[in-house]
């Protein structure tokens, strides 16, 4: 099955440690973000890419890392200075404009992250 | 900065009951998506609008997209059990670049009672 998979489903961080969640697409696709979700706050863009090897800051990247190393591969590091990480981060993904794909966002099914 | 705002935040709508969910913007639009997130799911994308005044039908569901491309809005009718979960507005600004950020609404969260 084509898609985005993301792992772990739940993941509990210690205080000072960093941890990495994983999104992996199989669809090809250029354009690969990673998005935070708060209780009643939407979702808020941590960081993007759109090629290889290239990524931006969103609007709360302070605290995160990412890498693209990978089309398919999108990792991102919640680190020890996120002093506030207990959240659902969804990872999406779309294709380069004009390939008849559209814009829109196709998302994985998400990891719940929470401190100990 | 982009401020987008969806109004109400929360909808409780008795079964068979019609209601609509706005989001509004503060800058002129590219365009606008809206996804739908079941609880405990993820966002799954709905539908896009692009030209102004655009009006676009799924089964149920209305989506429309203003004249001055500030604002969107999108009705239910006859509400259905189904019909529970969060809707997004999603937008990308005229003077952002098209497949850069796509900046989302706090969301409608749907409540139904049989």
């Known amino acids: 099955d084509g898609g985005i998979t993301q792992s772990p489903k739940y993941l509990f961080r210690k205080e000072g440690q960093n941890v990495t969640l994983s999104c992996e697409q199989n669809l090809n696709h250029d354009a690969m973000y990673w998005y935070r979700q708060d209780p009643g706050q939407g979702l808020r863009l941590i960081y993007y890419?759109?090629?290889?090897?290239?990524?931006q800051k969103g609007d709360i990247a302070e605290g995160y890392s990412v890498s693209r190393e990978k089309k398919e591969s999108f990792p991102l590091t919640v680190t020890s200075a996120q002093k506030n990480p207990t959240a659902f981060y969804l990872c999406?993904?779309?294709?380069?404009?004009?390939?008849?794909?559209?814009?829109?966002?196709?998302f994985g099914s998400g990891t719940q992250l929470s401190v100990l | 900065g982009q401020q987008v705002m969806q109004i109400p935040q929360y909808q409780h709508v008795q079964e068979g009951e019609d209601f609509t969910t706005y989001c509004n913007s503060s800058?002129?639009?590219?365009?606008i998506q809206w996804y739908k997130q079941r609880p405990g799911g993820h966002p799954v994308f709905l539908i896009q609008?692009?030209?102004?005044?655009e009006v676009k039908k799924q089964k149920r569901l209305t989506f429309q997209f203003g004249e001055a491309k500030k604002n969107s809005s999108l009705h239910i009718t006859a509400t259905q059990t189904t019909d529970v979960g969060t809707y997004f507005c999603a937008v990308t600004s005229m003077t952002t670049d098209s497949w850069g950020k796509l900046q989302f609404g706090a969301g409608t969260q749907v409540v139904v009672t049989p």
């Open positions: 999406a993904s779309k294709p380069r404009s004009g390939t008849g794909g559209g814009e829109k966002l196709f």
């Open positions: 890419s759109q090629i290889v090897n290239d990524f």
């Open positions: 800058t002129t639009l590219s365009n």
């Open positions: 609008l692009v030209k102004s005044g």
